[in-house]
Nanobody, 120 residues
Framework: VQLQAFGGGLVQAGGSLRLSCATS????????PAWYRQTPGKDREFVAA????????YYSDSAEGRFTISRDDAKNTVYLHMSGLEPEDTAVYFC??????????????WGQGTQVTVSS
């Protein structure tokens, strides 16, 4: 199973970052791509998900209005554009595929994480 996340790094508060996650066509077309994040000592938390059409998106309260999830079907890639980043957004971000876009935490496969660090 291939879910490879890219794009993490160090950014100042208020800045932007775009994460990308490439996967196989089978996973991309069968399940809903999603992003989760995790900080040390805490459970992994849902961030965003997108349905197969790309028309329906779902966000956590903390991501709503600042993050945008999108997909490129030709590249079997899902993106998470993050703006207005805050130190509280510092975490390892994981891409995943879940049963449906609305089915938070019903993850079928996890990808590798990418570290995002927001400095104040």
């Amino acid at each position: 199973v291939q879910l490879q996340a890219f794009g993490g790094g160090l950014v100042q508060a208020g800045g932007s970052l775009r994460l990308s996650c490439a996967t196989s066509g089978r996973l991309f077309n069968t399940y809903a791509p999603a992003w989760y994040r995790q900080t040390p000592g805490k459970d992994r938390e849902f961030v965003a998900a997108i349905d197969g059409s790309g028309q329906s998106t779902y966000y956590s309260d903390s991501a709503e209005g600042r993050f945008t999830i999108s997909r490129d079907d030709a590249k079997n890639t899902v993106y998470l554009h993050m703006s207005g980043l805050e130190p509280e957004d510092t975490a390892v971000y994981f891409c995943a595929v879940q049963r449906t876009a609305s089915a938070r935490y019903h993850v079928q496969y996890w990808g590798q994480g990418t570290q995002v660090t927001v400095s104040s």
